[in-house]
């Protein structure tokens, strides 16, 4: 509601102070829907897919293993007699388990980490370009305010220029690929 009521204050502000009776010119911008439906963001979302699914056959390698140490160990503890085996036998499997463990428990955290590094840079990437595209329609078409459609109470749907802001987003973002 603050920001309202202070773009409000900027639109009254100019205004009063226009001498020539400059004419106020205000659009807004679906923000969300022109990130999302950006193929900036779509070809983005394929390529983390594509890392997601190449670090998941990794994880689920070390799973296999796990699940094979397991078995290991359950089968050994079946085929001695109960209280024989010896403490080193059992360490030794116990060992190797937790060993595999901690290393899957790393890999998930590195492949997370990793994906969220690049999904942040990506979301920069598109925002930035985004930002930059509103400024640049806003100059060339001699807008006073564009402002996101979130901080729109009520608006004929002519002022909104998410349409045209996704058009030149898309040729910005072409020769990203």
Known sequence: MIKWLMLLFIVLSLQGNSVDAEEVKI????????????????????????????????????????????????????????????????????NALSKKLREYQRLVEENQAALDRENGVWTKKVTDALRQVIQEIGREDGYTVIVGKGQVLYSTSSIDITDKVLIRLNETTRRWY
């Open 27 to 94: 659009a807004y911008v679906d923000v969300p829907r022109a990130i999302a439906s950006s193929e900036a963001a779509k070809r983005a979302r394929e390529l983390m897919q594509k890392k997601l699914d190449s670090k998941q056959r990794e994880v689920d390698a070390v799973e296999e293993e796990i699940k094979l140490l397991k078995e290991e160990k359950l089968r050994e503890e079946k085929e001695q007699p109960e209280g024989t085996l010896k403490p080193e036998g059992r360490s030794e499997i116990a």
